[in-house]
């Protein structure tokens, strides 16, 4: 019913635009598509978890043009995982299909719209974007996740009088939450093991109490959500200086839901396993962010200065309306957001190879006394971290022999000590086919957020074709 509502919605967001004058001279952009095929072996075996997996991804473009006035963009995607590998769901392979963008655009001097499934790019970091969070991730793969295209209508203001500002304007009515490494279900209750995917190793199969293991079971009960409307803006200028800077609002529905927990059983009786009943909710939230970016030019050489920051408002108000029993895991604190950084090509080449670097901080920090310790209560074996606290941010790429890129990403948790390490080579075969060998390296504190992924290392291949 959710998918029905939403195709219902993006047909009336293109019918919003209007339809182009039967007299227009349609061009057809080509077919060009994207095959690509992923392997990931890991490195510490773990009993009744996958020691492999496997991703296979397909997609189609295809696009019309009426001059500058109107373009329409389709992007079917389907994709095959082997193991499925999800919290709930057991299947040792299932097969997905979705558009990864479809939408109309219409073109004037002073202003474009655009309605249909789209993928937004707010922010001016690299990588850590505070800002961006209009669309939903794919994190049933928590290091290989990517956006998901939501329904929406864009209308962008650029009027020639005022060259050096802009404002965008997007929203929609349906919502879209991020595909889970846990499945959730619209119409039931069901089970499901930590053993049914990698990145569930961290969640506890034992709770102990007077000396004895227990046996937990995890059910996830059904999800239940706020008003869906959404929208936000986007105000732009280059008028201050040479700096590029945007001001955001944003009213929305968060993208994760989160967890509250209740508890049948008792600790220590080892006759009756303790089950664990997690109930998923989404909730509003509000965020004010600015962001920024410029050149520094140093003699013939430039230095990139990028920041984001962002104050997010968590609603807490279907928290205060919840039974009593699941108000303290669903309350949640405001939140500051913030990266900045510099970006660097060095001149001429290093060893043979030309070098980039760019170098981020993260700052991540909860305002206020409402939320507990990050997590779920009643569980003290779960991870209490959060994804972002004091970051460092590495990214460093040296290419060579023209086909050759060498690159290493590290994120350091400087106040939690953890982080993760993330070396690749990236092979360009031909124009359109290339292939990427990597690694996942977990480190550090295991009660961080990455260091508690330490049993998850993994070394991976990948193989694209494009045409």
């Known amino acids: 019913m959710r998918a029905r509502r939403t195709l219902f919605t993006t047909i009336l967001l293109v019918a919003a635009l209007g339809t182009p004058s039967t007299q227009a001279a349609w061009e057809w952009g080509g077919l060009h598509g994207k095959l690509r095929a992923q392997g990931y072996g890991y490195v510490t075996r773990l009993v009744d978890f996958d020691d492999f997996a496997s991703r296979t991804d397909f997609t189609l473009e295809l696009s019309l043009a009426d001059g500058d006035t109107w373009t329409a963009k389709a992007v079917p995607w389907a994709w095959v995982l082997a193991p499925h590998a999800i919290g709930g769901d057991t299947a ?84 879209r939450g991020s595909r889970l490494p846990a499945k959730l279900s619209d119409d039931g ?7 049914d995917g990698r ?13 004895v293991l227990t046996p937990l079971r995890y059910e996830m009960r059904k999800a239940t959500y706020p008003t869906t409307l959404w929208g936000g803006l986007r105000l732009g200028t280059r008028a201050i200086g040479d700096w590029d800077l945007s001001l955001t609002y944003i009213d929305a529905v968060e993208q994760e839901p989160r967890l509250a927990a209740t508890q049948r059983g008792a600790a220590g009786d080892p006759d009756l396993p303790v089950t664990v009943e997690l ?4 909730h509003r939230n509000r965020l004010v962010g600015l962001d920024g970016s410029t050149v520094l030019e140093l003699g013939e050489e430039e230095l990139g200065l990028r920041f984001e920051a962002a104050y997010i408002v968590r609603s807490n108000v279907r928290a205060d309306s919840a039974p009593e029993a699941l108000q303290s895991d669903l309350m949640k604190d405001d939140v500051i957001h913030a990266v900045a950084g510099v970006d660097y090509t060095l001149p001429g080449r290093v060893l043979g190879t030309g070098m980039y670097v760019n170098l981020q901080y993260g700052f991540y920090e909860r305002v206020g006394d409402r939320e507990g310790t990050p997590g779920i209560s009643g569980l003290p074996s779960l991870p209490t971290a959060l994804p972002w606290d004091r970051d460092l941010i590495l990214v460093a790429q040296n290419t060579f022999a023209s086909k050759y890129t060498l690159e290493t990403q590290a994120i350091w948790s400087h106040r939690r000590g953890d982080g993760v390490l993330r070396p690749s080579l990236t092979t360009e075969w031909t124009d359109t086919l290339s292939t990427r060998i990597g690694a996942d390296l977990f480190f550090g504190n295991r009660s961080g957020f990455f260091g508690q992924y330490f049993e998850n290392a993994r070394g991976s291949l990948r193989i694209e074709w494009v045409f």
């Open 92 to 175: 040792r392979g299932r097969a997905f299909g979705d558009l990864k963008e479809g939408w109309v655009e219409h073109a004037r001097p002073a202003w474009d719209a655009r309605a249909g499934y789209q993928i937004f790019a707010w922010g001016s970091a690299d990588g850590v974007n505070p800002v961006d969070v209009m669309n939903p991730r794919d994190l049933t793969d928590l290091v290989d996740s990517e956006k998901l295209a939501v329904p929406a209508l864009r209308v962008r203001l650029h009027p020639p009088a005022v060259e050096d500002w802009s404002l965008e304007l997007v929203g929609g009515p349906t919502f």
């Open 189 to 195: 209750v069901h089970a499901f093991r930590p053993e």
């Open 199 to 211: 990145w569930l190793v961290a969640v506890p199969s034992f709770v102990s109490g007077g000396g």
């Open 279 to 282: 109930h998923p909710s989404y």
